[in-house]
Each structure stands twice: as C-alpha cells, then as structure tokens.
C-alpha cells in the first residue's frame, strides 16, 4: 500500500463529561450531539480525517467510567478495543479531574491497547489554579499524552501530528501494564496467569493478567466465554478465584474487586504525586455550587424546573407560530397551483392531495421543532439536566423507573416536541435491564413532534383561548400514564430490584452555540429525512387506499343522484327550504353532489373499508370510518395522521372546490365536537407508537415481543381510556 | 476526636474521610468506580428536594447518589469540627 492512502483507525473513549464528543466534531467536523449528561453517546459515530497523506479514522466510543461488562456502553467500548484491533485508542480525559478520568486510562493499559492520552479542558485546570507536569506524567504513564481544549479547537494539530507520527511505531506498546494489587492477589494472580498462559487460555484475545484479574473482578461476560472455551481451566480459574475471595471475606471483610480498585486508585495516586499542583482551589466549581444552592434547592428548585419546562412551551408556541402560519399558507398555495394548472384526473390527484398536502402538513411544523429541540439542547449541554435527573430521581423510582429514565422521557416529547426513536435509543444509557425496559416501553406514551400537529390542530380548534394550557396539560398527561404504566409493568411482568444510580453532576458550562445549533439541525433534519421518505411513501400509499378501488362507473345515474340528494336532505346538509330555487342553488346541487359522491368513492375505497369495517367498535370512543383511517396510517408514522385527515377532507370537498385549511372543515364540521376532540387526543397521545419505534423497541430490548407487546397493549390501553372519557363527556355534554 | 458514620447519616456540608466501602456486584463496582474508595475526602454538599439522592463533592468534581447506596459508604468525621 502507498504511504499516501494509509489508513489509521482511532477508537476515541473517554468518560461521559469529558468533552470527547467535542473533540469528535472538532476532528473530523462530524454532525454529531454533545451533552453534558453521561453516557448521551451510545450509538458508533465515525469520522475521517485527512492529513499529511494518512486517512484518519475515528471511531467515537460510548462515554464510560469503566470497562466492566455491566452496561451495554462499557462492553461496547470493551470489545471494541479488543476484537476490533484499532491502531490506536485515544482516551480523552477531564484534567480538571485527572485522578477519576485515569481509572479508564489504566484499565485500558492494562487491556495492552495502544493508548494516547488527551487531557482536555486543559482551559478549565488553569482557571482552577491548577497546573499539571505534563512530560511526568507521561513518563509514569508510558504513553503519550496531548493537551487540549476541545471547545476552542485547541490542540487539534498536535494530537493529529501526534498519531501519525506514533502509528510508524506500533511496536512500542506491545507490553500491556501490570499493577500490583497487594500481598493477597498478587500471588493468587501469579498462579493464575501461569494456568491461563499454559493453556493458551484466551490468550489469542486478552493479555493473560487481564483475564486473571477479570475472573477476580467476577466479570460474567469474561468468566462466561472462558466457560465455552474451556469449562476445564476455566473451573480451575474459579476456584483460585473463590479461595482468594474467602481469604478476603475472612481477612479483610472486603471482596477482591473492592481491593483491586483500592490498589487502583492507589496506583493513579502514585501517578499523579508531583504531577498535580494546585493552588487557590475549585474557583469553578465553587460557582457551579453556588448555583445549585439555588437550582437544586428543595423548594426552589422543583419550581424553578416547572417554570423552565413551562418557558419551553410558551417561547415555542409564541415564536413557533408565525413560521409555521408561512409554511401553512405556502403548501396550501402550492396545492392550488397544482389543481388549477394540472389536467384533472388521477396525476393531479396524487400530488395535490397525495404529496403535497401530506408533505406539507408535516414540514409546517418544522419551525416549532427546531425551536424545542434548540431549548432541549440548551437543557443538555449545561449541565442542567443532569440536575433534573438528580431531583427527580427520588419520584422515578417509585415508579420503577431510574433518575436517567428522564432523558429518554423528555427526548421522546417529555417536553412536548421530540421523538420516541432517539428517545427510547437514550435508554441505552440506562444500566439495568428491568429499568430500561420499562423506560422504553413507555416512553412512546410521551408527546413527541409527529403528535404534535394533531394535537396543535384541535386545541386549536376547541380550546383556542387556551391552547398553551392544553398542549401543558396533554403533556402532564402523557407523563402520568407512562409512569403509571411504569409502575405497573414493573410490579407485574418486569419485576426487580432498583440498579444504583450513582451519577456525575458536571459543572455547569455555557453550551456554545455551535455546538446547540448543530444539535438542532441534526434533530431537524432527522424529522424532515423521515418527513421525505418514509412519510411520503405513507402518504402516497394512503392516497392509493383511498383512491382505489374507484367507484364502478364515474358517472352516476338518475336513480343514484336522487338517492345522493336524498342522503344529503337526510344528513341536514340543505337547510333552504323550496330548494331548488334558482340557478346558483342549482349550482349549489351540483356541487353538493360532487361532494357528496366523493365521500361515498371514499367510503368505496380499501381504506373506507377498513374504516368503516371498525366504526362498530371504534365508535364506542368518538371516532368515525375518516378518523379510523388516518389512526390506521399513524401506526405507520404518526404525522400521517393529520396528512390522511387532510387528504381525506380535501378529496370529499372535490377537486375544483376552494382548499380550505383543514381546522376550518373541523371547525364546521358537525359531527366534530370537544368530547370527540378530547377522546381523540387521548388516543393519539397513548395507542401504539409508530412502526419506526417499534423496530425500535424491539431493537433496544432485544426482542420483538416486546414490541407487539407495546403495539398490542398501548392500542387496548388507549382505546379503553378514550372510550371512558368519551362515554363520561357524553354523560355532561 | 474521630468517629466512624455512615455516609447516610452525614449532615449536608460536612465533611469526612471514607474509611470503608462494602458492596460488591454491580452496586460496589459503581460506586468504587466513580471513585469512592478508602481515604478521599468527601463533602456532603445537598441533597434531592425528597431528601434523596445525595449530592457529594470529591477533589474534583460532584457525584450524586441513593441512600440505599450511601448505606454501603463509612465515613471517619472529625468530631470536634462539626
């Protein structure tokens, strides 16, 4: 291979808070999120760099404190640095915080990976009053470390030259690091690794003193692929393992793992003695203490936390409004455009009602959601939420929940506007199976941005002097069913002990606005990705559903407009007595009969069908064969719910009839009423998430059961509830 | 004079030297991951508006965690300073 193509491949890890997502998009420019609550990487980011003829490729590991095998981030990173062979693995470090971040550095020394350090936030230590001898610390480690500061840029160059110039010399870091852990151990891991060394145990993976400390730190993954490797040895290891951890239960009181952390720690102190000089001390911090005196306080800040999700919604709401009227109007002319200059028939048919009506209902509400998805970036990335996390830790395990179950909830449409896809992907951070599954089955019950408009719609519509006290209410909603919901999976089919909830509260920091801005668009531009295609494929389907099969003859006869008459008399719709009486009111007919007609090639079609097929039951909460329709098409993305409703209005008025905005035929509509507006609601907020989702959750839990359970159960679930509160409105209404 | 709590029962602001840590499983490795190991120095510095998690200062940075873990956290408190 020529010099000039070279490829080095990086993995870059860290702890959570460490900035290494920064580094990742300074590096290599990638759209990616930054947060400052832990553990918010945890999908495999990649980047290309180029530089001096070497093709740089980053692989941006989740953020973790640790390599145990208890979380899914930590195995990740873990087998990737094992199995996945990188060239090397650079680990980002807070040096504001060395001594905690160097229990990651050491552990991966001891894995024998190639390992660069990069101390970050070199800015943040400086402003701390601290200074720190770089070139010791090097030296004590036996690697190379590189200062930076991410957030400015700093020290980008260097850590480049850096690996080019170390990927020529790969062979200095064959050794991997061996600590002492003491007079019980050590000899216990002596005769450890001279059983695994002669058995070639392993060895072809992991550096035979990891495996041995593995099988003393009772790590299930490791004592679990020894077992199938070789049930023999590993049986030997284990018990080597079981007399050590009988001799420190007796000895010590403590277990083997707590001692080899103990030496650990001991060991980076050692590292850092002389390395660390500090002078005046945590001037930072400090501030961020004062600040949390105020935001965590036991009164004030549960208020202030109320207030800021309520800030959330009226700056949405306030600012949202006036783009999205623009956006409204803009489609709604396009449609006009299409329908006066196109020929009419089934082309005409398709993009106006089938493309651009759908479409444009969903990007409409673009403006609102980058507005929310900007205020949630601005929660994440100072630091704030981790704080929410902190104080509502103590309400979510009464649910079963996790204090981290917070962030799949608000990514998910906690705070009205997200989305249930990288909501319930957030999960991932959570640590015990039985938390996060129960996270994820009902954080689809939250407000995300493709309920929204429908919701936005009708309060709109029904409660428009209140429509910020709606959408608040429907969202309080939203929060109370998943946690009761919560609570009960957690008491009935997923029952278990709480998992611990140790957790960092980082400094606060003043996100920079590159990195909220880049944060929104890559959220937007998800929702708009999805809006081009999944969502106009829906659309376009739908409209065929609706479309086909056509009425058997379009004309109609003498008889069949009599009879269209007559349904019309009987319906109420002509109200005009000695009708007809003149030519407008002739006119007037014909067009009724369009409209009319229409309705009833509607009710013709596969979807009317269907609709019509479940009105018996569905009307036990409201809904009629129109809303059953588009409800139907939800399941596939809930946005389509309101383009269905659209096209399904626009093709009943007619083709050469005036568009008129969808609220408006709702609004005229009779058969529309709040106690129908108000059932319907419930039921799009809590029936089944969409077909997105689903994969999902099924993906996230690692089972599709789990993910019929969620369509299954959410469906039942909101079917009853809505049927209850139409049937009791019935009663006072 | 110095006596040994447990982190449960420590006021917030004060301040003590962790002299012992139990647990093992997944409960021990994340707490003594985090690093909440024998002799750091830890200041209770708040806790939730339900009086639970517990906010704590190390050198360097704050960590949060439950009561039922704080449980397995002994402190050595300097008696007369507090």
Not at chain 1, 23 to 44: A, C, D, M, W
Not at chain 1, 213 to 221: A, Q, R, W
Not at chain 1, 460 to 469: C, E, R, S, T
Request: glycine share 8%; proline share 4%.
């Amino acid at each position: 291979m020529k010099q000039t193509d070279q490829k080095i491949t990086i993995a870059l890890t860290g702890n959570p808070n460490s900035g290494k997502t920064t580094l990742f998009n300074t590096l290599t420019g990638s759209r990616q999120h930054v947060g400052n609550y832990p553990g918010i990487t945890v999908e495999k980011k990649e980047g290309l760099v180029e530089s001096a003829g070497y093709v740089l490729h980053f692989v941006d590991l989740p953020g973790t404190y640790s390599l145990t095998a208890y979380s899914q981030e930590e195995l990740v990173a873990r087998n990737f640095m094992v199995r996945e062979n990188p060239d090397l693995v650079v680990d980002v470090v807070n040096a504001a915080s060395l001594e905690r971040n160097l229990y990651l550095a050491v552990q991966i020394l001891e894995l024998g990976a190639p390992l660069v350090l990069v101390l970050n936030m070199m800015d943040e230590v400086r402003k701390k009053g601290m200074t720190l001898d770089t070139g010791l610390l090097e030296q004590r480690m036996g690697c190379r470390v590189v200062e930076t500061v991410a957030r400015q840029g700093k020290g980008k160059k260097e850590l480049i030259d850096t690996i080019i110039s170390l990927n020529s010399r790969k062979e200095d870091f064959k050794s991997p690091l061996e600590i002492s852990y003491g007079p019980d151990l050590d000899p216990a891991l002596k005769e450890m690794e001279d059983i695994i060394r002669e058995n070639a145990f392993l060895t072809d993976i992991y550096p035979a003193r990891w495996v041995a400390l593995k099988y003393l730190e009772s790590d299930e993954e490791i004592i679990s692929e020894g077992r199938r490797k070789s049930p023999d040895t590993s049986t030997r290891l284990e018990d080597v393992t079981n007399k050590v951890a009988d001799h420190c239960l007796k000895t010590l009181k403590t277990y083997p793992e707590a001692v080899i952390a103990d030496y650990r720690y001991g060991f980076i102190s050692s590292l850092l003695k002389d390395v660390v000089t500090r002078d005046q001390q945590r001037q930072r911090i400090e501030m961020s203490d004062q600040l949390d005196k105020f935001l965590t306080h036991r009164l004030l800040g549960p208020l202030f936390m109320i207030f800021v999700l309520y800030m959330v919604y009226s700056l949405t709401f306030l600012v949202g409004d006036i783009p999205l009227s623009l956006i409204e109007d803009f489609f709604g002319w396009m449609g006009e455009v299409v329908r006066r200059t196109m020929p009419d028939g089934l082309l005409q048919s398709l993009v106006a009602s089938g493309i651009i009506d759908g479409v444009g209902a969903v990007l409409s509400f673009v403006p609102l959601l980058m507005i929310i998805f900007f205020c949630i970036a601005f929660l994440e990335d100072s630091g704030y939420m981790a704080r929410v996390a902190y104080m509502l830790d103590r309400v979510f395990r009464y649910f079963g929940l996790h204090g981290c179950s917070i962030m799949p909830f608000i990514v998910s449409g906690g705070i009205a506007g997200g989305c249930a896809v990288p909501g319930i992907m957030a999960a991932r951070t959570l640590r015990s199976p039985k938390e996060k599954l129960a996270t994820v089955l009902t954080a689809p019950f939250m407000t995300c941005g493709a309920k929204l408009p429908i919701f936005l719609l009708l309060a709109g519509v029904f409660f428009p002097a209140n429509q910020a006290l709606a959408l608040f209410l429907i969202t309080l909603l939203a929060w109370a069913s998943a946690l009761l919901v919560s609570k009960l999976l957690r008491a009935t089919i997923i029952r278990g002990a709480a998992t611990p909830f140790v957790m960092e509260l980082p400094p606060y920091r003043l996100p920079t606005l590159q990195g909220l801005l880049i944060h929104t668009w890559e959220r937007t531009w998800q929702y708009i990705k999805k809006a081009g295609t999944i969502i106009l494929a829906i659309s376009i389907l739908i409209w065929a559903a609706m479309t086909f099969p056509q009425l058997p003859d379009n004309g109609f006869s003498d008889e069949e407009i009599q009879g269209v008459i007559a349904e019309r008399d009987f319906r109420g719709l002509n109200t005009a007595p000695g009708f007809p009486a003149n030519t407008d009111d002739i006119t007037l007919e014909e067009e009724q009969i369009e409209l009319v007609l229409a309705e009833r090639q509607l009710a013709h079609s596969y979807a009317g069908r269907m609709g019509t097929f479940l009105e018996p039951v569905t009307s036990w909460a409201g809904f009629d064969w129109r809303i059953n329709i588009s409800l139907v098409g939800g399941f596939a993305a809930k946005e389509v719910i309101i383009s269905t409703l659209g096209t399904a209005y626009s093709l009943e008025a007619g083709e050469e009839d005036d568009p008129t905005s969808l609220s408006d035929h709702i609004r005229q509509d009779p058969d529309w009423d709040t106690k129908r507006a108000v059932s319907l609601i419930i039921f799009v907020l809590l029936y089944a998430p969409c077909f997105v989702a689903v994969v999902a959750i099924a993906r996230e839990s690692g089972a599709w059961r789990w993910a019929v359970f969620a369509m299954v159960f959410n469906t039942v679930f909101a079917f009853g509830f809505s049927t209850a509160v139409y049937q009791t409105l019935k009663l006072f209404i | 004079m110095k006596s040994s709590i447990c982190l449960r029962m420590m006021e917030v602001n004060q301040k003590g030297i962790i002299k012992t840590v139990g647990g093992h499983g997944e409960m021990g490795r994340r707490i003594r991951d985090m690093g909440l190991v024998p002799g750091v120095e830890v200041q209770v510095v708040g806790r939730a508006p339900l009086y639970d998690p517990v906010a704590l200062r190390l050198r360097d940075f704050t960590l949060t965690l439950r009561n039922n873990e704080a449980d397995y956290v002994f402190v050595e408190i300097d008696d007369e300073t507090n």
